[in-house]
């Protein structure tokens, strides 16, 4: 099957300036600096052990961000903090410029717009396919509007898209626990595209996906950005280099460099603690 | 897997079959009460005893269904039931003994010395407010109690054994004279009902129609819950309440929701179980009865909604002849069944009837 790029999220009218540069407002979200997200100075320790140590990190409205970094490196932590899993202990962590993600629960950081896919695929096993979508769907997420709930026609059309966009539009009415692995991590990609968030945080995205899978995400996440914001946590180099616009290197919770991939794999403390290996 | 019986059994017995078999079974239902109406030597005559005796496993399957809502979808298993239908049925008692006790107190009040009737009587000689009552007692505990053990996240085996503490607590609380309720007498020798004799005939088959009526509405709306946008979010939150989370859903409202109108769903059986069956006391409270209740949706089949309906009233229906028969095996037969059915059904008798026809 061909590769067929979500239609209307690929905006021709982008500048190719939006990447974390100009004044920029989204949907509601302040983002006058044109900074989604920011981080400055997050701690947060497990009994002692400190997973993530003084991490500063600015993500620009629109830009597709790779974070990478040894097992343990916080990685995982570091998303937790962002969608109020985690608490840091220190540290101010800002959803544009006024929403402070450590006052927000995880339901209201959702609402707020960053959706999140989990590193082990996580869909909803006992509900098929097209109401693991529906389900995820931006909309009106009351119990009141759940009870009454119908779906609209431009809705439909969204979720039609949404099934032919990750290949699934022939198992839709499979229970999603039947999904082979790589199934899994596309209906979750799914999920994250009708849940419309403004700020997608990607964990691990194409582990266990073959290299066509592989090579047809890039393209995927490729024509998400400009119009969304991404942080994307992966270990397969040529699929960072295939996407990425900035790379952030972790290591024991501490940003060790930032730059393009070229950058920080010239950088020679990258290369003793990470690449060299 | 969890989909409402409209879907399962539609797509092995086939949906005509389906339908065929629910009219007939509503069917001799609504013509029990009717039969009973017959004279006494009539060969068609249903007796007063298999009527209250139905009619009293009717109530229980409909406390079933309502514990499938929460347990078979939300995955919350409440081994306290038992206590929202005390409750309801206490209501509706306090009722009848106003009734029984005309312009004066209550007999078991005078026996304690009372004067006067407490606080938390009044305005029970009145049918409305006790229907509200009926409604309201179960329904608050229900909210406050879940209101709390959900912002605490409670969950699984933590939030079953405190819902089994809740009943054992208000067992304990009605027990005692000073309560006000009968303490473990409770409450009984009712005569009338709106001024009609309570065991006449008429009056009887008028309770069984409207506990009939309650069931197939349970039914309805349950059905109507576990088909729409509302019964997947519970699915989903039973299977993945992170998830749910980041999906932007907050899992408490839903709990809420659903665990509130399964204790008011509870309070009403119970309100139609007390004039049918003459007396309710503190025993309905007792975690047993709780537990059992499990062992009705469990032997039924979760999340299927008819399955728990079928699985209360083949239990109880055993039991009734059992404690006829072989009274003091009764216990090792239930324990027998909860046995067999975890072990050889784990998606109950449901499960089975899907199975036979799938092979
Ligand atoms: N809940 C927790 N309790 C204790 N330690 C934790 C917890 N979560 C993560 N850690 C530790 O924090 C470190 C960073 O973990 P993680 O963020 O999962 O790393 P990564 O995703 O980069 O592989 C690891 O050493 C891990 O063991
Ligand atoms: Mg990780």
Known sequence: ?277 | MNQPLTLTAARTVGPRWTLGIAAVALAILIALPLLSLLPNDHPLQVSAYTLTLVGKILCYAIVALALDLVWGYAGLLSLGHGVFFALGGYAMGMYLMRQASGEGIPAFMTFLSWTEIPWFWAGTQHFLWALCLVVLAPGLLAFVFGFFAFRSRIKGVYFSIMTQALTFAGMLLFFRNETGFGGNNGFTGFTTLLGFPIAAPGMRALLFLLTVALLVASLLLGWQLARSKFGRILTAIRDAENRVMFCGYDPRGFKLFVWTLSAVICGLAGALYVPQVGIINPSEMAPTNSIEAAIWVALGGRGTLIGPVLGAGIVNGAKSWFTVAFPEYWLFFLGLLFIVVTLFLPKGVIGLIRKDKET
């Open chain 1, 1 to 277: 099957m061909k590769a067929t790029p979500v239609p209307n999220l690929v905006d021709a009218s982008f500048s190719s300036e939006s990447s974390g540069l100009g004044h920029q407002v989204t949907g509601g979200l302040d983002t006058r600096h044109g900074t989604i997200l920011t981080l400055e100075d997050i701690g947060v320790s497990f009994d002692g052990f400190k997973a993530l140590n003084a991490l500063t990190l600015y993500i620009g409205v629109g830009e597709l961000r790779c974070i990478i970094g040894p097992n343990g490196a916080g990685k995982t932590t570091l998303m937790d903090v962002i969608t109020g899993k985690t608490r840091p202990d220190t540290g101010k962590a800002y959803f544009g410029e006024t929403l402070d993600l450590t006052r927000l629960s995880e339901v209201e950081i959702a609402q707020a717009g960053i959706g999140r896919k989990f590193q082990k695929p996580t869909v909803f096993e006992a509900l098929t396919v097209y109401e693991n979508l529906e389900l995820a769907q931006k909309t009106n997420k009351s119990v009141w509007a759940s009870l009454r709930a119908t779906l609209t026609g431009e809705q439909q059309d969204r979720l039609e898209e949404v099934l032919v966009t990750i290949r699934l539009a022939e198992s839709r009415h499979r229970p999603a626990g039947l999904l082979s692995h790589g199934q899994k991590q596309f209906l979750e990609i799914g999920m994250l595209l009708t849940q419309e968030p403004q700020l997608l945080l990607l964990d691990e995205p194409v582990a266990g996906m073959t290299d066509a899978e592989t090579e047809f995400t890039a393209e995927l996440f490729t024509s998400l950005a400009r119009k969304h914001s991404l942080m994307v946590v992966e270990h397969d180099m040529g699929f960072v280099e295939a996407i990425a616009d900035h790379v952030t290197v972790l290591h024991q919770g501490h940003v060790l460099a930032e730059g393009s991939l070229a950058e920080v794999q010239a950088n020679e403390q990258v290369i003793e603690v990470y690449l060299g290996r």
